[in-house]
């Protein structure tokens, strides 16, 4: 019941939030704040984990292979 009370209070507080960022922001350089952009009870989406090709090729590019120039 703690949490359900929580979840609200966040509910309400993160749509105040996001109202007053969308007031004082510039329409045509940022996008439109939405309440769950605030709220820590809201679902997040999950990050992608690279495996395989994808991995390789972010080593290829960030790791260095051998010592570099002295």
Do not use: H
């Not at 007053?20 to 952009?37: E, I, M, S």
């Not at 690279?50 to 972010?58: A, P, T, W």
């Amino acid at each position: 019941m703690a949490e359900a009370r929580c979840r609200a209070d966040w509910a309400r507080t993160s749509a105040i939030m996001a109202l007053a960022v969308n007031l004082v922001r510039d329409p045509r350089r940022t996008p439109a704040a939405k309440p769950n952009d605030f709220n820590p009870y809201a679902p997040r989406p999950k990050k992608p984990i690279l495996r395989g090709k994808q991995l390789e090729i972010l080593k290829d590019v960030f790791v260095k292979n051998g010592p570099g120039p002295r």
